[in-house]
């Protein structure tokens, strides 16, 4: 059976396999997509379905005019893609932001992939890279990509996976929160998709409360580095709350603790000195994210210490902080610009195993890997979208974009896309918003007139 004949198999269940698998499927080609849990379990994941998430935030802004991310959103949903499309299902209450409720998306993935006749689950461990004979194969299997499978990969290309930290926020039972102190509001009243302005729940530090957690969290017992982690550096979107606070006693009040945009309703003073925010974790409201606050502290200790957090003396934790090594590759040196292994092209990558960075840029990376390869199994010419789109610099970046020495995981975000000058009625150069709304009305209809020069239609 030639190449052509055979399904594409595509390697990792969580958001950038499965969006690969979606769009093969959707382009009329069979697909197998392999996912080890249960089978084999990860140190993050907790079930075993498809595009499990660990933040209910993890699609950030869904600002299509000013923000990156919201651009990214609004390109993919333009392509029709399935985990924008059980995203917006699954929403909740965050502000500007899209969050959902995780199990509800998780089960409307796993629900849509297992009832489309041309997909094929196989729960297994891949581990170690497919012969030529399975035919087209893409490998999504993030940054919790299996010992076995890693090494495979390193013994093939002869580079050494390069490596950071992601850390994962505590969540509190919103019934155990202290409501006569903290209160509802998001940062500046904003409302965005599912939201209502009153999407966060705010608790506030005047100074002396902010220095005294400070002190008690620069002086807390942490969990110690296995040696394989101890040089392994910190991703900087994703830093652990300690290693925020022990870089300067004010630089959390100039992070997540950033008391601008909030006034507390139960005193007279218009701006606190610091507030801990915390985000609606599920569709139900009765769980609530602890946004920033990824941290590596012993439990008994997270405990002990966060509830110094005024309005959370009392809180109920349904889940505490931890932090897990992951993995990607050099793509700028391994990948082709179509996202092939270049010693092996039958081999393709997508997610962030290639070192785009969040859940929706890696599903965006598997939603062109997809269409890419049932192209290419259909024998259809497909380019890359241009650098102008979000999914185009993300691309760009990830296949030679960045420099292969010095290359770390990238978000989307506007640096990566295509120069432009973005001039007034009087001629004079912009800069700012203005050229960021520019910027993304650019990237947005650029997205759909190469959609359509594509012929991405469906085959089936």
């Given at each position: 059976m030639s190449a052509e004949q055979k399904p594409i198999h595509v390697i990792g269940g969580g958001l950038a396999g499965s969006e690969a698998a979606w769009q093969i499927a959707e382009m009329g080609v069979a697909v197998v997509l392999h996912e080890m849990r249960p089978v084999r379990g990860t140190d993050a994941h907790k079930t075993d379905g498809l595009a499990e998430l660990v933040c209910s935030n993890s699609f950030r802004s869904d600002d299509a005019e000013y923000n990156a991310v919201g651009v990214l959103h609004a390109e993919m949903r333009a392509l029709g893609s399935l985990i924008m499309r059980e995203g917006d299902k699954a929403a909740v209450p965050a502000g500007g932001a899209l969050a959902v409720d995780r199990d509800a998306f998780s089960e409307g993935v796993t629900q849509a992939l297992e009832n489309h006749p041309l997909i094929t689950i196989s729960r297994e461990e891949v581990s170690a890279l497919p012969s030529e004979d399975m035919g087209r194969v893409i490998i999504a299997t993030g940054p919790l990509t299996s010992t076995a499978l890693a090494e495979s990969i390193r013994a093939e290309t002869g580079e050494d996976s390069l490596a950071f930290f992601d850390a994962i926020a505590p969540i509190v039972e919103t019934d155990s929160i202290n409501m006569d102190v903290a209160w509802f509001q998001s940062r500046y009243d904003k409302a965005g998709p599912a939201g209502t302005g009153k999407d966060y729940i705010n608790c506030p530090m005047n100074k002396e409360q902010y220095f005294a957690?400070?002190?008690?969290?620069?002086?807390?017992?942490?969990?110690?580095?296995?040696?394989?982690?101890?040089?392994?550096?910190?991703?900087?979107?994703?830093?652990?709350?300690?290693?925020?606070?022990?870089?300067?006693?004010?630089?959390?009040?100039?992070?997540?603790?950033?008391?601008?945009?909030?006034?507390?309703?139960?005193?007279?003073?218009?701006?606190?000195?610091?507030?801990?925010?915390?985000?609606?974790?599920?569709?139900?409201?009765?769980?609530?994210?602890?946004?920033?606050?990824?941290?590596?502290?012993?439990?008994?200790?997270?405990?002990?210490?966060?509830?110094?957090?005024?309005?959370?003396?009392?809180?109920?934790?349904?889940?505490?902080?931890?932090?897990?090594?992951?993995?990607?590759?050099?793509?700028?040196?391994?990948?082709?610009?179509?996202?092939?292994?270049?010693?092996?092209?039958?081999?393709?990558?997508?997610?962030?195993?290639?070192?785009?960075?969040?859940?929706?840029?890696?599903?965006?990376?598997?939603?062109?890997?997809?269409?890419?390869?049932?192209?290419?199994?259909?024998?259809?010419?497909?380019?890359?979208?241009?650098?102008t789109t979000a999914h185009g610099a993300l691309i760009h970046h990830i296949t030679g974009g960045a420099d292969a020495k010095t290359f770390q995981p990238m978000n989307i975000n506007f640096g990566l896309m295509a120069h432009m000058d973005v001039r007034n009625e009087r001629g004079k150069y912009v800069k700012g918003r203005e050229k960021k709304k520019a910027m993304a009305g650019r990237a947005i209809n650029d997205i759909k007139t190469w959609a359509s020069a594509n012929a991405l239609k469906k085959a089936a």
């Open positions: 957690f400070i002190d008690a969290l620069c002086n807390a017992e942490y969990l110690d580095f296995k040696d394989w982690e101890k040089d392994t550096p910190y991703f900087e979107g994703c830093m652990p709350v300690e290693v925020m606070a022990s870089r300067g006693v004010e630089t959390l009040r100039f992070g997540p603790m950033k008391p601008v945009g909030l006034t507390n309703p139960h005193t007279d003073s218009e701006e606190p000195y610091a507030v801990v925010q915390l985000r609606q974790d599920n569709a139900l409201g009765t769980l609530y994210n602890m946004v920033g606050f990824q941290t590596k502290m012993k439990y008994g200790e997270q405990v002990r210490v966060f509830k110094t957090i005024p309005g959370l003396e009392n809180a109920e934790f349904a889940r505490l902080g931890g932090l897990h090594r992951n993995t990607f590759i050099n793509s700028p040196r391994l990948l082709d610009e179509q996202l092939r292994l270049k010693k092996r092209p039958y081999i393709r990558f997508a997610g962030q195993v290639t070192g785009c960075e969040g859940y929706v840029e890696s599903a965006s990376v598997g939603l062109i890997a997809g269409r890419l390869a049932a192209a290419e199994q259909l024998g259809l010419s497909f380019e890359t979208p241009p650098q």
